[in-house]
T-cell receptor, first 110, second 113 residues
Framework: SQTIHQWPATLVQPVGSPLSLECTVE??????LYWYRQAAGRGLQLLFY??????ISSEVPQNLSASRPQDRQFILSSKKLLLSDSGFYLC?????????FGPGTRLTVL | QQQVKQSPQSLIVQKGGISIINCAYE??????FPWYQQFPGKGPALLIA?????SEKKEGRFTISFNKSAKQFSLHIMDSQPGDSATYFC????????????FGEGTQLTVNP
């Protein structure tokens, strides 16, 4: 069966510090991968999606970036965090019509 | 431009009642409509989904009703329970093979005991 992992589960970072969130998927090959951000009490904002290694599409211009160094690994990064980057970050994968979400990373920028 | 509009933003229902969440879409090319359930601090989980070749799909206490001509679909939760308290998202996509989903803004459901 397929499993999606995200780490860390929670993160508290100062403004201006770098960021690296990692997502890995098990049990499937060549999945589409997605990064979403969810502000408190709000909906799901698609940040990046990838249909293959090295192929990244950005949905929202911002100080975040994504990379896909391996088929089942998706990384979200920032060189300098802003207060507005706080939120719940969700990784998801799909190989058919529906998307499966990971457990999420709660990021607080102080 | 938001392509899937969801209402209400929040909903309070008594235990045993019926919870109804509505979504409307604009893009007539959408042909897959899933609903996701999200508990606090967790990732959304696929709850139930429908394609436009049927007008209704039922799984246990959860039913999706689909009105293609009106470009609307809704989630009905029968005999609502406190454990159903969560945020519900409708979504839509075009085709299969990993097409991206367009999500509604979410409905926060509270079921009072």
């Amino acid at each position: 069966s397929q499993t999606i992992h995200q780490w860390p589960a929670t993160l508290v970072q100062p403004v201006g510090s770098p960021l690296s969130l990692e997502c890995t998927v098990e049990g499937t090959s060549n999945p589409n991968l997605y990064w979403y951000r969810q502000a408190a009490g709000r909906g799901l904002q698609l940040l990046f999606y990838s249909v293959g290694i090295g192929q990244i599409s950005s949905e929202v211009p911002q100080n975040l970036s994504a990379s896909r160094p391996q088929d089942r690994q998706f990384i979200l990064s920032s060189k300098k965090l802003l207060l507005s980057d706080s939120g719940f970050y969700l990784c998801a994968w799909s190989a058919d019509s529906w998307e499966f979400f990971g457990p999420g990373t709660r990021l607080t920028v102080l | 431009q938001q392509q899937v509009k969801q209402s209400p933003q929040s909903l309070i229902v008594q235990k045993g009642g019926i919870s109804i969440i509505n979504c409307a879409y604009e893009n007539t090319a959408f042909d897959y409509f899933p609903w996701y359930q999200q508990f606090p601090g967790k990732g959304p989980a696929l709850l139930i989904a429908i394609r436009p070749d049927v007008s209704e799909k039922k799984e246990g206490r959860f039913t999706i009703s689909f009105n293609k001509s009106a470009k609307q679909f809704s989630l009905h939760i029968m005999d609502s329970q406190p454990g159903d308290s969560a945020t519900y998202f409708c979504a839509a996509s075009i085709g299969t093979s990993g097409s991206r989903l367009t999500f509604g803004e979410g409905t926060q459901l509270t079921v009072n005991p």
